[in-house]
T-cell receptor, first 116, second 111 residues
Framework: DTAVSQTPKYLVTQMGNDKSIKCEQNLGHDTMYWYKQDSKKFLKIMFSYNNKELIINETVPNRFSPKSPDKAHLNLHINSLELGDSAVYFC???????????????FGEGSRLTVL | LAKTTQPISMDSYEGQEVNITCSHNNIATNDYITWYQQFPSQGPRFIIQGYKTKVTNEVASLFIPADRKSSTLSLPRVSLSDTAVYYCLVGGSGSARQLTFGSGTQLTVLP
């Protein structure tokens, strides 16, 4: 079983559309994250949830809305997609709140979003 | 905020030892140093973590000098499959931005 799984792996859509990416982890971790990786390979943190509670929200447009129905799932919904949203989005989890205590991050395989 | 600086790219040959250095001049007392490896079309994977001196596991060693302003990831006897991007991450003091990875070091292992 994949520890951190994301769907879909690829997503091609038009500007202005709304799309969602789903993430699930079966590691029993308390904390989950969304990262965005641009063409220059920078991996920038977007959001973090600890036990369904939002703990990190880094300067991300409010068109991006994370939702955590339970601590094993963290979904990312994006409204009114723009060309600049094209990137690879990675979900990750960690056994504890890495915000305060650096620990190991477990990443999914990424979801490549292309906005046309 | 401990910003990290790494070489953009490195080339090596199979069987050689590779050392990748990361500079983090503003590292805080509570910060740990963590290295990740990323292959194309995959998420980063944890390699090793340390606080000071030397840490070794089955895949790599991490050397951290006494002032902790830099760290060196050492990969013994690399193979073609070690071609990847390697990231240094410094954090633990409570800033969310510490969880943002830099551009990493592209290691290319040649036959």
């Amino acid at each position: 079983d994949t520890a951190v799984s994301q769907t879909p792996k690829y997503l091609v859509t038009q500007m202005g559309n709304d799309k969602s990416i789903k993430c699930e982890q079966n590691l029993g971790h308390d904390t989950m994250y969304w990262y965005k990786q641009d063409s220059k390979k920078f991996l920038k943190i977007m959001f973090s949830y600890n036990n369904k509670e939002l703990i990190i929200n880094e300067t991300v447009p409010n068109r991006f809305s994370p939702k955590s129905p339970d601590k094993a799932h963290l979904n990312l919904h994006i409204n009114s997609l723009e060309l600049g949203d094209s990137a690879v989005y990675f979900c990750a989890s960690s056994p504890r709140n890495t915000f305060a205590n650096t620990g190991e991050l477990f990443f999914g395989e990424g979801s490549r979003l292309t906005v046309l | 905020l401990a910003k990290t600086t790494q070489p953009i790219s490195m080339d090596s040959y199979e069987g050689q030892e590779v050392n990748i250095t990361c500079s983090h001049n503003n590292i805080a007392t509570n910060d740990y140093i963590t290295w990740y490896q990323q292959f194309p079309s995959q998420g980063p994977r944890f390699i090793i973590q340390g606080y000071k001196t030397k840490v070794t596991n089955e895949v790599a060693s991490l050397f951290i000098p006494a002032d902790r302003k830099s760290s060196t990831l050492s990969l013994p006897r690399v193979s073609l499959s070690d071609t990847a991007v390697y990231y240094c991450l410094v954090g633990g003091s409570g800033s969310a931005r510490q969880l943002t990875f830099g551009s990493g070091t592209q290691l290319t292992v040649l036959p």
